[in-house]
Antibody, heavy 117, light 113 residues
């Protein structure tokens, strides 16, 4: 069965960096694009980034462009999100999700990032 | 970027009654080349990740009860729960995947009246 397990969240000071990971299993990871989606406490879903199946195309939300980088390591079946210059408004649960031509059919349980001094 | 707006923000429906949630996009999400609407619906229960219900505006995901249905085309879409069950209490989101902004609606909280 498909499993997505995020890790790497925690408490970080404003301006610092953090790298999230998402380990995938139960499907051929290298065949699928992958998303990061976040949800601030008590708020709605916000799409963050997508990477194509082969890593050649990446797109970002305007709110994170230039600060966040999505990447993947197909040898490790792992998706990453490098987050730099973190701000208080980046505080959220971060979910990775498997793509199917744009929509997401499987989601992880999420990892919580808190940006606070 | 495409803006997606849901209505209402919250909804209370009696058990066994019909629930209807609307989703409007700021521009059409219909691709004439493949005759598809690039819109999905998700259900999120407290403490859980979102769950895919509907894709291509009206295709039900495997395992989703048939009381859930999606309709609409172009800019206006509807999620209908034909007979509300207690386990349907959740927040529902629509999402466009027509362009690479992949925007979500703000969510609709569904409760039991």
């Amino acid at each position: 069965q498909v499993q997505l397990v995020e890790s790497g969240g925690g408490v970080v000071q404003p301006g610092r960096s953090l790298r999230l990971s998402c380990e995938a299993s139960g499907f051929t990871f290298s065949d699928f694009a992958m998303h990061w989606v976040r949800q601030a406490p008590g708020k709605g879903l916000e799409w963050v980034a997508i990477i194509s199946y082969d890593g050649s195309n990446k797109f970002y939300a305007d709110s994170v462009k230039g600060r966040f980088t999505i990447s993947r390591d197909d040898s490790k079946n792992t998706l990453y999100l490098q987050m730099n210059s973190l701000r208080a408004e980046d505080t959220a649960m971060y979910y990775c999700a498997k793509d199917v031509t744009g929509y997401s059919d499987y989601w992880g349980q999420g990892t919580l990032v808190t940006v606070s001094s | 970027d495409i803006v997606v707006t849901q209505s209402p923000d919250s909804l209370a429906v009696s058990l066994g009654e019909r629930a209807t949630i609307n989703c409007k996009s700021s521009q059409s999400v219909f691709y004439s080349s493949n005759n598809k609407n690039y819109l999905a619906w998700y259900q999120q229960k407290p403490g859980q990740p979102p769950k895919l219900l509907i894709y291509w505006a009206s295709s039900r995901e495997s395992g989703v009860p048939d009381r859930f249905s999606g309709s609409g085309s172009g800019t206006d879409f509807t999620l209908t729960i034909s007979s509300l069950q207690a386990e349907d209490v959740a927040v529902y989101y629509c999402q466009q995947y027509y362009d690479t902004s992949y925007t979500f609606g703000q969510g609709t909280k569904l409760e039991i009246k």
